[in-house]
C-alpha cells in the first residue's frame, strides 16, 4: 500500500485526481478494444495510472510493422509470435503488479463484445476498423457504458466521447458507415507515430475524467493533424439525435443486420468475406495502393493481390476470397486492412 | 463569398493531395456545389445518388456542426472555414 501511495504520487498532487479520485480509478474497470498503437498507449497510460481493473482484447499477432508505433512490444514478441493480448498483459505487469491486467485473445462481433465489454466502467477504442466501431457504439448504448471513440491515420487522428443518453453517439454524427475501399486505413495510407500517441493519450485522460467524475469531460469532436500541428474542437450537438436508431433502441450492428459476413469455404483453404451495403469498389484506386505494399492485378471482374502471404481476390461488389486461411478472422482483418471496412 | 474548405484525407485523391481550398458560396448547398464544380471526383464521394449528401460525412463551419445550425441551408461568412469530415478509421 506504501508502495501504491508512492507510485500515485505525483498523480495525486495533481488536484484534478487528488486522493478520492485515485481511489475511484483503483476501483475501476476499463475494457480497452484493440490493442495496436492506440490501445497500446492508452492500456500504457491507464495501467500506471492505477486503474484497478484492465481488460485488453485483440485478435492479432506482432509484426515486425507494427513496433514503429505499438509501444508495448518488442522484436522477442514477433520472433516468439505473441499475440497482442498476452504480450501487452506482460509487458503491463512489469510496469504495475498491483492492479488486475487481463489479455484476451478474441475477435470482437456481435457474438462475442456483450461479453468482452461486461463490468465496463468505460470502454476505450484501440481497433483499426469502423465495423467493429460501430458494434462497440451499439453495445455501450445499449449497456449504458461510455465509450471513448479515437482513431489515427496517416498524421490526423481524432476522438470523442459518447456517453449514452448524454452525448451524440458516433451514428447520430455518422449515420452511415463508408462503402468498403473508401477509406484509408494504416496499412494503406500510413501512420505517423505521434498521431495514435497523441489520441491514445487523449482517450486515457478522457477515461479517467470519466471515473473521477470530473465535470469537464469533452463533449467536443477532436480531431488533430500532428505534422501540421492543428489541434480543432468542433463543436457537436449537447443531445443525442432523435433520428439515430441506436440511441432509439434499435441496436443494427449488435442484432448483425449489418456488419461483414465471413464465411470459410469448405476444403478450398480460403474464406470468403461479404461487406454489407452497397459497395463499387474502383479496381484502378485500389490496384495503385495495393502496388505500394503488394503484388496485384485485376481485369474488370476481379482483382488479385498477394499480401501478408495470402492471396486475395476481391469482386467489384466488394466481397472477397482470403485464399491461405481457413481462419474467419485472419480473413476480416485482412480486409479491414487493407480494402477497408 | 469565399470561404477555405478542410479537405479530409479520403477526398484528397480528387484535389490532387490539397488539404485546403478555396470555394465561393453563401451557404453550404452552394459551396458544395462549388467545390463539386472544380474538383468534380469529387462528387461521387460526398452525395449518394443525385441530390443527397453522403451520410459518412458531418459539415462543421467555423467549428460548429452545421446540424446545430441550418445543416446545408447554413450561410457562410467571407474567410469562414468549413470542414469536411468523415469518420476515420485507422487504430
Ligand atoms: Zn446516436
Known amino acids: 500500500m506504501q508502495a501504491n501511495t508512492d507510485r500515485y504520487s505525483r498523480q495525486i498532487i495533481f488536484p484534478g485526481i487528488g486522493k478520492a479520485g485515485q481511489a475511484k480509478l483503483g476501483k475501476s474497470t476499463v475494457v480497452i478494444i484493440g490493442c495496436g498503437a492506440l490501445g497500446t498507449v492508452a492500456a500504457a497510460c491507464l495501467a500506471r495510472a492505477g486503474i484497478g481493473r484492465l481488460r485488453i482484447v485483440d485478435r492479432d499477432f506482432i509484426e515486425y510493422h507494427n513496433l514503429q508505433r505499438q509501444i508495448?512490444?518488442?522484436?522477442?514478441?514477433?520472433?516468439?509470435?505473441?499475440?497482442?493480448?498476452?504480450?501487452?498483459?506482460?509487458?503491463?505487469?512489469?510496469?504495475?503488479?498491483?492492479?488486475?491486467?487481463?489479455?484476451?485473445?478474441?475477435?470482437?462481433?456481435?457474438?462475442?463484445?456483450?461479453?468482452?465489454?461486461?463490468?465496463?466502467?468505460?470502454?476505450?477504442?484501440?481497433?483499426?476498423?469502423?465495423?467493429?466501431?460501430?458494434?462497440?457504439?451499439d453495445a455501450s448504448l445499449k449497456h449504458g457504458i461510455p465509450w471513448i471513440y479515437g482513431a489515427a491515420v496517416s498524421s490526423d487522428g481524432m476522438t470523442m466521447n459518447i456517453i449514452p443518453g448524454k452525448t451524440p453517439c458516433i451514428r447520430c454524427l455518422f449515420p452511415h458507415m463508408p462503402a468498403s475501399g473508401r477509406i484509408p486505413t494504416c496499412d494503406t495510407a500510413g501512420v505517423v507515430s505521434s498521431a495514435p500517441f497523441v489520441i491514445g493519450a487523449l482517450q486515457s485522460v478522457e477515461a479517467m475524467k470519466m471515473l473521477v467524475g470530473a465535470e469537464d469531460v469533452s463533449r467536443d469532436l477532436i480531431t488533430i493533424d500532428v505534422w501540421t500541428g492543428a489541434f480543432q474542437h468542433l463543436q457537436i450537438s449537447d443531445a443525442p439525435s432523435p433520428d439515430c436508431p441506436a440511441c432509439q433502441g434499435k441496436y443494427e450492428f449488435l442484432a448483425a443486420r449489418f456488419g461483414a459476413r465471413t464465411t470459410s469455404l469448405c476444403g478450398q483453404n480460403a474464406v470468403q468475406v461479404v461487406v454489407p451495403g452497397d459497395a463499387e469498389l474502383s479496381f484502378e484506386e485500389l490496384?495503385?495502393?495495393?502496388?505500394?505494399?503488394?503484388?496485384?492485378?485485376?481485369?474488370?471482374?476481379?482483382?488479385?493481390?498477394?499480401?501478408?502471404?495470402?492471396?486475395?481476390?476481391?469482386?467489384?461488389?466488394?466481397?472477397?476470397?482470403?485464399?491461405?486461411?481457413?481462419?474467419?478472422?485472419?480473413?476480416?482483418?485482412?480486409?479491414?486492412?487493407?480494402?477497408?471496412? | 463569398m469565399s470561404v477555405k474548405v478542410q479537405i479530409p484525407l479520403p477526398l484528397r485523391g480528387p484535389t490532387g493531395g490539397l488539404s485546403e481550398v478555396e470555394a465561393r458560396g453563401s451557404n453550404i448547398r452552394e459551396v458544395i456545389d462549388d467545390l463539386v464544380a472544380s474538383y468534380p471526383d469529387i462528387r461521387e464521394r460526398l452525395f449518394m445518388g443525385d441530390e443527397e449528401l453522403n451520410r459518412f460525412v458531418s459539415i462543421f463551419v467555423q467549428g460548429q456542426d452545421v446540424r446545430l445550425l441550418e445543416g446545408l441551408e447554413t450561410t457562410v461568412k467571407e474567410g469562414d472555414l468549413i470542414t469536411i469530415l468523415p469518420l476515420a478509421a485507422g487504430g
Do not use: C, W
Request: hydrophobic content about 40%.
Open chain 1, 72 to 137: 508495448l512490444f518488442d522484436e522477442d514478441d514477433v520472433r516468439n509470435q505473441i499475440p497482442k493480448a498476452v504480450a501487452a498483459e506482460r509487458h503491463l505487469r512489469k510496469a504495475n503488479s498491483s492492479i488486475e491486467i487481463e489479455g484476451i485473445v478474441a475477435d470482437v462481433n456481435y457474438r462475442s463484445i456483450e461479453r468482452l465489454i461486461a463490468g465496463a466502467d468505460v470502454i476505450l477504442d484501440g481497433v483499426d476498423n469502423l465495423e467493429t466501431r460501430y458494434l462497440i457504439n
Open chain 1, 287 to 341: 490496384a495503385r495502393r495495393f502496388q505500394e505494399i503488394g503484388q496485384v492485378s485485376y481485369n474488370e471482374f476481379m482483382l488479385r493481390f498477394a499480401v501478408d502471404g495470402y492471396e486475395t481476390v476481391l469482386f467489384p461488389d466488394g466481397r472477397a476470397i482470403v485464399k491461405g486461411t481457413n481462419d474467419e478472422s485472419v480473413a476480416k482483418g485482412l480486409y479491414a486492412k487493407y480494402v477497408g471496412m
